[in-house]
């Protein structure tokens, strides 16, 4: 059972049309694999075992039936616990929704449960996706199926760790800096982030709105392009969806790309890489080159000041978005409250970790009267450039590249107790969100220590479909996608 748990998404379709397992077969094995794996890797916060099984059972039905199924029907899922899922809790790793059962359901988890998609759990996270390696969920850790002493990224570390030790084929993660494509990169998986407004936010719990967006894990790339077709479009409920068709993203994966124009990031190239991070580069380089593409450096002048744009913005963001956890209407409430001042303060020291109350203090501080000038606007204002970089290059090439992070995956505990140098993991993903883009992360190689790498990819508003086929073109002249964690 364990080689099907191991096969892409689009193969263990086939097996079930098949009939060579059924659904209840596959999604039992999932959750077998999740209880047999997941004290030493710490992916799930729980089990949605019976929404999995009844999901898996329409599934057999519907194949007994000899009906058409829906894309990626009966492929076990894992949902990244800041989605609501009905009747399940949604903790976004955090004390203060330790015990938040989901009233409604997510747009996406709508979305997944009309095409029949069973969600084994809700996967563990840095609390209230504020981190770049796991090791921020109140909670537990999660551990690298690579090396269980090193991080799996964050923030949707138990999304991408579910994924890359097959406990699940495909997740949802949210990316507001980095989140989906860092955990992919040092997990050996994909990750992509859509377009802003591509996927609805409806019932994913808010870290910074403008940023924040919902996309899809797998291990291949055309397991990536079907999951966002599943859970892409516009939504009523969230008025930043954007209203524009969804494609058949799978489409294509195939269209040649000889003749294409590839940009090299310059400034995400220099000293900071890793030898073995800037050497799986080169080999993209090569490897464009071999399918006919003619690679360019291109520079990207203000995207070294991302990191200092986006702990502005985001954290701005977030406090604003985070006042919603008084202790009132839902969530945890300190037992001992003289007033309702103290209840307020108490609900809120108890019910935050430290990461979180930074942000929601730096956030409050650039905000406040007299700073807002200083911080907050001239941030926007230098958004503004950042994306207008994008725009600029994209006139000159059709999709730019980097390596997703810097280096590998560290060691647990390595940068818990320094702020900044964990901020630095994210140098080279938050453009993508600054300028509202899609991004990609693919595996690209190994380092000597055998722990993955991963290749960015980067394509103008709207052409997740060029995202996909630059993706795929890479992915299938390589064999780094096929390894599995020997887990
Ligand atoms: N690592 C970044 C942060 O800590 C990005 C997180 C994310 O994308 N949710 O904010």
Known sequence: MIELLKKTASEQSKALKNK??????????????????DEKLGAFNSLTENT?????????????????????????????????????????????????????????????????????????????????SNENSAFKKVHNPWDLNKVPGGSSGGSAASVSSCEATLALGSDTGGSIRLPASF???????????????????????????????????????????????HDPKDSTSLNMPVEHYADFLKNDIKGKKVGIIKELMGDGNSPEVAKAVENAIETY????????????????YSIGIYYILATAECSSNLARFDGVRYGYRTPDAKNLMEMYTKTRAEGFGP??????MLGTYALSAGYYDAYYKKAQQMRALVTQDFVNAFNEVDVLISPTCPNSAFELGAKASDPLAMYLTDIATIGCNLAGI?????????DNSGMPIGLQILAPQFEEGRLFNFAYQFEQANDFWTKIANI
């Open 20 to 37: 060579e397992i059924s659904a209840v077969e596959l999604t039992k094995a999932a959750l077998d694999r999740i209880n047999d794996l």
């Open 52 to 132: 999995a099984l009844e999901t898996a059972k329409k599934v057999d039905d519907k194949i007994a039936k000899g009906e058409e199924l829906p894309l990626l029907a009966g492929i076990p899922l894992a949902l990244k616990d800041n989605m609501n899922l009905v009747g399940s809790k949604t903790t976004a790793s955090s004390k203060i929704l330790e015990n938040f059962v989901s009233p409604f359901n997510a747009t996406v988890t709508e979305k997944l449960l009309n095409n029949l998609v069973p969600i084994v759990g809700k996967a563990n996270l840095d609390e209230f996706a504020m981190g770049s």
């Open 187 to 233: 997990c050996g998986i994909v990750g992509m982030k859509p377009t802003y407004g591509r996927v609805s936010r409806y019932g994913l719990i808010a870290f910074a709105s403008s940023l924040d967006q919902i996309g899809p894990f797998a291990r291949s790339v055309e397991d990536a392009a079907n999951l966002l077709e599943v859970i892409a479009g």
């Open 289 to 304: 080159k071999k399918l006919g593409c003619e690679v360019k450096e291109i520079s990207l002048k203000h995207i070294k």
């Open 355 to 360: 990461e979180v109350k930074r942000r929601i």
């Open 438 to 446: 899609p991004g990609i992360s693919v595996p690209a190689g190994f």
